[in-house]
């Protein structure tokens, strides 16, 4: 999970209320992503950016929104919390090659 | 619909014997695939990765296999050890005309036993 940080680590949230989950990389890479695992699912894409200044919906964007602050910072934003997005989220930013991902340690988010 | 898929959710193997993980694949646009291993409260670490142009790739105790006519393949580790006993996740790739996005399989728990 080197040059891949993410925070908070884990958080819990009331229905309704919200949040800013912070990614940072420091691989200088252009493209990070957003990922939400959940049990039986897999990681599913919530939503990606390829360069500074563009970003794009993955497989399940509904309930977020995100911001490309710069090269290195990729957030992900809950407007309104719901119980259907506890989960455990990811970031990721690529590897040695463009193919592979490196992926951060995660936040762990509880809705009630 | 599933693009990836793990139909087994959890495998047991002995120390020393051979793991085979399987992973079957649907959309015919991928062009890359990638092995990821998971420990709890932790974010997926890289395994090993194969390109469709190619049938096996081989890193040290891991070796993937590619068979693209059946869209399967496969991850083996020989000899297994303990310390693999982890979740692993298959994932496929479009490549940069997809955005170099990732669409995983949900994982199968590997349980390597003394």
């Known amino acids: 999970n080197a040059g891949v940080t993410q925070t908070p680590k884990f958080q819990v949230l009331k229905t309704g209320q919200s949040m800013t989950l912070q990614c940072a990389q420091d691989m200088n890479h252009n493209s990070m992503y957003w990922y939400r695992q959940d049990p039986g699912m897999g990681l599913r894409l919530i939503y990606y950016?390829?360069?500074?200044?563009?970003?794009d919906k993955g497989e399940v964007p509904n309930g977020y929104n995100v911001s490309r602050l710069n090269k290195r910072e990729f957030s992900l934003r809950l407007e309104s919390a719901a119980p259907s997005q506890t989960s455990v989220y990811f970031c990721?930013?690529?590897?040695?090659?463009?193919?592979?991902?490196?992926f951060g340690p995660g936040t762990r988010l509880t809705v009630t | 619909d599933q693009q990836v898929k793990q139909n087994s959710p959890s495998l047991s193997v002995q120390e020393g014997r051979i793991s085979i993980l399987n992973c079957d694949y649907t959309n015919s646009m991928f062009d890359y695939f990638l092995w990821y291993k998971k420990y709890p409260a932790e974010g997926p670490t890289f395994l090993i990765s194969?390109?469709?142009?190619?049938d096996k790739n081989e890193d040290g105790r891991f070796t993937v296999f590619l068979n693209k006519s059946a869209k399967h393949l496969s991850l083996h580790i020989v000899p297994s050890q303990p310390g693999d006993s982890a979740v692993y996740f298959c994932?496929?790739?479009?490549?940069?005309?997809?955005?170099?996005?990732?669409?995983f399989g949900t994982g199968t728990q590997l349980k390597v036993e003394l």
């Open positions: 990721a930013s690529p590897g040695q090659s463009s193919y592979e991902q490196y």
């Open positions: 994932a496929a790739s479009e490549g940069t005309g997809g955005g170099n996005k990732l669409t």
């Open positions: 194969i390109s469709s142009i190619k």
């Open positions: 950016s390829a360069s500074e200044g563009t970003t």
